[in-house]
């Protein structure tokens, strides 16, 4: 657990580029569309140079394969989870400053939990209580630095009811965006397990108890078993017998059980996963542009653009994405994904450095220093 968490708090780190360099972007008077747009168009063109050479252009052509026959699912999760989720993080970028855009995204915390449970997740209260414990020390941060703002008396600084509606609104609507863009590509990844591990039950004297259990310890990477007993846990998620939702099921979980069960192994590569997700998005990037019809961007722009593609996009994106593969319990992956708060940690020291911010206040340095705790605690319980 605590190689997870160090994998989640080097992601975190990559991420935090996102803020800074968006802040920088915003100042220079580049339009937030193509902060957000061209990092997806950027990250297609490096993951696709980076597959091609670790595994040949065939491997593009599978994965593409992947793409048409499930084009509906990819497009719906690449639009959610990287086209939703970085429209709120780069218009909120272009309206109040980053370590708002960070501090507001850092509810991921506690939406990834209410993810995991909407996808039939169970998981010990107190990994609740270290995620409210988290979330605590980033709200304490973001007022800390809003009070300091309002005392600063800053002509250019953005009133209470802007920062809520066009800062902490779209963060917050990309908070809960992103944990259900990654959840829904694991639930293929699962189904697609789960559908082997039945095959394989169903394999008479083919099949012995050892390789059996072998197979269904990969089902547990986040096994949303969508089961409507209240007494299930994550322990239950060895049970591969479950074929479809009870008839009493819930329409969310419905539609849980209409995600398909791809069958390949390639979704087990995070770069893989990234590939399929930002193809996805391309069409969403696409309407969104005809409908705002911004200016051109400069050559500055493109080029911080390129290096949050490469940061936060590449990087980032796929050292989370392996994390959470190897997570192996529901408590794992909600202390992998409670990692994401450390971006606000990143953020505030990168706003130092790069942008002259000044030091946090008393009350920022207690909500970081509560961050740490609730981050070590998933480690020592997870």
Not at 72 to 97: K, L, M, Q
Not at 307 to 325: C, D, K, N, P, Q
Request: proline share 3%; aromatic share 10%; charged share 10%.
């Amino acid at each position: 657990m605590v190689k997870l968490i160090l994998l989640g708090l080097l992601a975190g780190a990559f991420f935090s580029s996102t803020f800074i360099l968006n802040e920088l972007m915003s100042a220079a008077g580049g339009h937030w569309f193509w902060s957000a747009s061209m990092r997806y168009v950027f990250m297609l063109l490096i993951v696709t140079a980076i597959i091609a050479m670790q595994h040949g252009f065939d491997r593009i052509k599978e994965l593409m394969t992947i793409f048409c026959q499930h084009w509906v699912f990819w497009c719906i999760t690449g639009s959610i989870g990287f086209g939703v989720f970085y429209t709120g993080i780069c218009y909120a970028a272009d309206h109040v400053a980053g370590w708002v855009v960070a501090a507001t995204f850092m509810f991921t915390v506690v939406t990834s939990l209410l993810v995991l449970v909407a996808f039939g997740q169970r998981f010990d209260k107190k990994f609740i209580a270290y995620a409210l414990l988290v979330f605590v020390g980033v709200a304490m941060v973001n007022v800390s630095e809003g009070m300091h703002a309002a005392s600063a008396l800053d002509a250019n600084a953005a009133s209470m009811k802007d920062m809520l509606l066009y800062g902490a609104l779209p963060a917050l609507i990309a908070a809960f965006s992103y944990p259900i863009g990654n959840q829904l590509v694991w639930q293929v990844s699962y189904n697609n397990r789960k559908q082997r591990a039945d095959l394989l039950s169903s394999q008479d004297g083919h099949t012995s108890q050892n390789d059996m259990h072998e197979d269904t310890n990969a089902l547990i990477t986040e096994a949303p078993v969508l089961s409507m007993d209240t007494n299930y846990t994550a322990d239950d998620s060895l049970n591969v017998n479950h074929t479809s939702p009870p008839a009493s099921a819930s329409f969310l979980q419905t539609l849980i059980a209409r995600i398909p069960a791809i069958e390949t192994n390639l979704l087990q590569n995070a770069f893989n996963k990234v590939w399929l997700m930002t193809l996805g998005s391309l069409p969403f990037w696409l309407l969104l542009g005809l409908i705002i019809r911004p200016d051109m961007p400069d050559t500055s722009q493109l080029f911080n653009t390129l290096l949050v593609a490469l940061l936060a996009g590449v990087g980032a994106t796929s050292i989370f994405l392996y994390a959470r593969e190897k997570a192996e319990t529901s408590s794992e992956v909600a202390g992998v994904d409670a990692t994401q708060a450390s971006e606000v940690i990143f953020a505030l020291i990168g706003g130092m450095l790069l942008l002259n911010n000044s030091i946090p206040p008393a009350m920022g340095l207690l909500g970081i220093g509560l961050i740490i705790v609730g981050l070590i605690l998933f480690a020592k319980d997870g």
